[in-house]
């Protein structure tokens, strides 16, 4: 029947659809669909940024306004790839530019971007509205200033957790007068200092603000002065919070605060003194959403005073100095919460600094909405998952970190199979899932079994043999991501099933038993995988015998071939 | 600064793989993660003026500081699976966490045989510190400049240095002062 609909009816229906899979579900359908699904399509999403080339993007969507580009393997945030791999942003806008695509924005983790990027973004597209850049590398603040200077639409300049380096260059001043469009402004990962008058009269002229976040440089009495003039701010990020509480700056910051009544969402807090933080205990009960994950200077007790006020969050995202008694204050208090992510606040552990299983338990206790989770601790037991499980059956992401990776089960001398086992079978929704504890092959058995929507797994120092690796390859159909490091899954395990990798958007393995041969011999089969070996050994004549442990693989499918920007010791097979 | 950790990591065999594989890399075959630190912990002792620097400063610099130091083994480790940008973060701050500055000293109030005890390093200014003494002692404590209209009931603020003489509070910038303060106190007004 919708094939006698003209076509403006059915793009029309279309632009009801927006989900990217949806979107790609139409495409299937019939040619007359695809051919109006890729003329109407706006945003596209890329997982792999070498999946497919700039050039082959364009020419599908050549509507194309908004890209969002994923480059690095997720464990690159923790320093297992090397510097170089790639991900380079540049050949991308260059394509865009060169077929004056109506880019408006640009949404990127974990690439590389200099600053000639930038500079060359923000000169080719008039209507650029958004940059998102998220953990990403390689610019500068002069590369800011260009995006400031350049860009006159501009509504959206969000940097998350980038490593930026400082060029002093004012880049906030380089904002025109007659730039009064931005919604978003987030620079709290940026180390040096900006221009606070700049700041000020930016946002003064911004009367659509409505997320606002500060780095470490921007003290209390500027932070004041700022929020008389954005009371609409609805999502705020603390720089510095340190000052006399006797002072008059503190005085006039608490009064000011008291009128922020749309603030929904707090972060940052780099810098804090603990009398400070009373100054926001009344924005505190209309919070949904709390970030102090870098609020490294905010003691326990702190915390917890703090968290009583917060009854409406939905997110919280918080250090583990917060410890087993102030998770179970959140449990009593954040009873909405759905998002609970805590952090190490020593990376090697203080036992002073703890929270357990008891923690957890209290949290699904409290919490029955509770569908996301990371959660850093000194140890779990089984029956702590078992009871967590039972709690809350709506995880969808689930991820746990014993601080000591291969800890047993501390009450049983067991391992952690069952516990997360029974995550599994009763979480039927879980799309992500991140392992740690000793585990033998006996969890993997589970997970491929039950974890039917799983999409994304992290499994380090786990498992006992191939057979492991092959129970999660088998039994997981919607696998997409599998990152594996320092486990003994080897040849057979690889390539036992070649095929599954095609369905998959990338696999990771590290420090496993894998060698150079079977890297080779999959590659062989499987024409459209890239096969990528880091070989960061100093030796340069060194080849890569087929016997050969194989320290680091990357494999991805890809419709680009090989990559021509691989660093020397990439070895695409 | 932080801590020096010695953390002990067993090395296992990597004999187990059934292929004649030569392991031209020194890695061995899985080795566990180091755990909770068995061996000694021994944080250095700084002197008054890093932990001021610690304590009042922006952003802590590391110039008195040794940088975090782990052995190359630890760092290779990638454990546990935080972000760079966060970890940075915390080794900076990680002094901040296990000790935070105090500067405890005494208060005597002139005609008072019994003092107090202030922790000067829970102000920031002169300010904070001048109010504070006034709740503490119930009176009012002037400004080393101003002028009482009646000598009635005032009190000035004065600090004993490190060279054992009596000085006014308040000429000095405030971290200077707490370099040198060695115990307070507070006099009538209408003596000095």
């Not at chain 1, 260059?94 to 408006?104: D, F, H, P, S, T």
């Not at chain 1, 995550?423 to 039927?428: G, L, N, P």
Request: net charge positive.
């Amino acid at each position: 029947m919708m094939n006698y609909f003209p076509d403006e009816v059915i793009e029309h229906i279309f632009d009801y659809v927006v989900s990217h899979r949806d979107r790609n579900a139409l495409s299937l359908v019939c040619k007359s669909w695809y051919r109006i699904e890729r003329c109407t399509r706006q945003r596209v999403f890329i997982g792999n940024c070498y999946s497919i080339t700039p050039e082959r993007l364009i020419q599908r969507f050549p509507g194309l306004k908004s890209l969002t580009l994923k480059g690095k393997p997720h464990f690159a945030d923790f320093s297992l790839v090397p510097y170089g791999w790639g991900g380079f942003v540049y050949p991308w806008i260059e394509a865009l530019a060169k077929r004056r695509v109506g880019l408006e924005e640009l949404r990127l983790k974990r690439m590389v971007v200099s600053d000639e990027s930038l500079e060359l973004l923000s000169r080719s597209f008039t209507n650029f509205k958004s940059l998102v850049l998220v953990s990403c590398e390689g610019f500068t603040t002069d590369g800011l200033a260009a995006v400031a200077a350049n860009c006159r639409y501009l509504r959206e300049l969000d940097l998350q957790e980038n490593e930026v380096e400082d060029h002093k260059g004012q880049w906030l001043s380089c904002f025109p007068d007659s730039c009064t469009s931005l919604v978003s402004l987030n620079f709290a990962c940026l180390k040096g200092e900006v221009s606070l008058g700049a700041l000020e009269r930016l946002v003064a002229r911004s009367p659509n603000l409505k997320s606002l976040k500060l780095n470490r440089s921007v003290p209390l009495d500027a932070l004041q002065r700022i929020l008389t003039r954005a009371p609409q701010l609805a999502d705020l990020g603390i720089g510095s919070l340190v000052h006399d509480p006797e002072s008059e700056a503190y005085i006039k910051l608490k009064n000011t605060i008291l009128k922020c009544k749309s603030i929904t969402s707090l972060s940052g807090l780099l810098e804090v003194a603990p009398h400070c933080l009373a100054a926001i205990y009344p924005i505190c009960p209309n919070l949904t959403s709390l970030n102090l994950s870098y609020a490294a200077g905010i003691q326990g007790s702190d915390l917890i005073k703090l968290i009583r006020h917060c009854v409406k969050l939905q997110r919280l995202w918080i250090m583990d100095c917060i410890g087993d008694k102030g998770l179970g204050v959140v449990a009593q208090t954040c009873t909405d919460l759905q998002e609970l992510r805590v952090f190490p606040s020593v990376p090697f552990g203080n036992p002073a600094a703890n929270v357990t299983e008891v923690g957890l338990v209290a949290i699904s206790m409290g919490c029955p909405k509770l569908h996301s989770l990371l959660y850093f601790c000194h140890q779990m037991t089984n029956a702590a998952l078992i009871t967590v499980a039972k709690n809350c059956p709506n995880f969808i992401r689930f991820r746990l970190c014993i601080l000591d990776a291969t800890k047993p089960d501390p009450d049983t001398m067991q391992p952690l199979d069952e516990g997360f086992g029974a995550i599994v079978q009763s979480c039927r929704r879980l799309r992500r899932l991140s392992l740690s504890g000793q585990l033998t092959d006996q969890v993997f058995l589970y997970i491929g079994m039950y974890a039917e929507k799983l999409e994304m797994l992290s499994i380090a120092f786990a498992g006992d043999s191939d057979k492991g690796m092959l129970y999660v390859l088998n039994g997981c159909k919607k696998l997409r991501k599998l990152e594996i490091r320092d486990c003994p899954f080897g040849d057979m395990a690889l390539l036992t099933d070649v095929g599954k990798y095609e369905t998959m958007r990338s696999l990771w393995m590290s420090s496993c038993e894998v060698t150079v041969g079977a890297c080779k011999l999959l590659a062989k089969k499987m024409p459209r995988l890239n096969v990528e070996i880091f070989n960061e050994n100093e030796q340069e004549d060194c080849s890569l015998e087929d016997g050969q442990r194989v320290e680091k693989m990357y494999l991805y499918r890809t419709l680009a071939g090989k990559r021509k920007d691989a660093p020397e010791y990439v070895w695409t097979l | 600064m932080g801590t020096l950790e010695q953390i002990d990591v067993p090395h296992t065999q990597s004999s187990s793989s059934s292929s004649s594989s030569i392991d031209s890399n020194n890695h061995p075959s899985r080795t566990p993660p180091p755990s909770s630190p068995s061996s000694s912990v021994c944080r250095k002792r700084t002197d008054l003026s890093t932990d001021l620097r610690l304590g009042l400063s922006i952003s802590p610099s590391s110039q008195s500081q040794p940088p975090f130091n782990s052995t190359p083994r630890e760092e290779s480790f990638n454990w546990p699976p935080i972000k760079s940008i966060l970890r940075s973060t915390l080794v900076g701050k990680q002094s901040h966490l296990s000790q935070r500055p105090s500067l405890f000293v005494k208060v005597y109030m002139e005609g008072i045989p019994i003092g107090r005890k202030l922790n000067l390093m829970a102000h920031y200014s002169y300010d904070g510190l001048v109010k504070t003494l006034g709740h503490m002692f119930r009176t009012t404590i002037l400004c080393p400049n101003s002028q009482p209209l009646n000598s009635g009931n005032f009190h000035v603020l004065t600090y004993e240095d490190q060279e054992g003489d009596w000085m006014m509070v308040g000429d000095v910038p405030w971290e200077m002062f707490l370099n040198s303060v060695k115990r307070l106190k507070i006099t009538r007004a209408d003596r000095c």
